[in-house]
């Protein structure tokens, strides 16, 4: 799961470049944005792609449906542009506490890998390697912080989160 969502996360980079973008309009002009993202249309990803890479989630701030620029169903097309969907999560957070059993899903509640300027804050490298930085609160204030050293397969996990995440990020 983890492998095939890094694919379609950079599959839609591919994509984008092929593709025509959507935009939100007011007004009914005719672009053939409506057949590009029909399921009649088969460069219909290469359209959502182009779109998603131009306005993101743009949709969501102007209260417009996303089915107006991009192809319905809405969910397989998230799913195909390598969006972080909660199952796509989850099978990342799986991944990391299998490799790591101290990582729990409080940890995971609670982590905090970004801080309010966008500066990265739950992950550090030292000489020792990179470090996942997070809090369990249950274990008192002096013992809240904890460290734990990835793997590489745990820190590509990681960063895959990172990238998944992004325009989710951006957006809000």
Not at 13 to 23: D, P, Q
Not at 38 to 55: G, I, K, M, W, Y
Not at 82 to 94: Q, R
Request: aromatic content about 4%; proline content about 4%.
């Amino acid at each position: 799961e983890i492998a095939e969502a890094r694919m379609r996360l950079d599959r839609r980079a591919v994509l984008a470049r092929t593709g025509i973008e959507s935009v939100l309009r007011t007004r009914k002009k005719r672009t053939g944005q409506q057949y590009r993202v029909s399921q009649d249309c088969p460069e219909r990803l290469a359209h959502a792609a182009a779109t998603f890479e131009a306005v993101g989630l743009e949709h969501l701030t102007k209260n417009r449906s996303a089915a107006l620029i991009y192809p319905r169903p809405l969910r397989s097309t998230a799913l195909e542009l390598g969006l972080p969907l909660p199952e796509i999560l989850l099978a990342h957070g799986a991944i990391l506490v299998s490799l790591h059993p101290q990582i729990t899903s409080e940890f995971l509640s609670e982590l905090r890998l970004f801080d309010k300027n966008g500066d990265m804050v739950g992950l550090a490298s030292t000489d020792a390697g990179w470090y996942l930085q997070g809090e369990k609160r249950r274990r008192g204030a002096h013992l809240a912080q904890q460290s734990i050293l990835l793997t590489a397969e745990s820190l590509q996990v990681v960063r895959d989160v990172v990238d998944l995440t992004l325009p989710l990020r951006n957006w809000l």
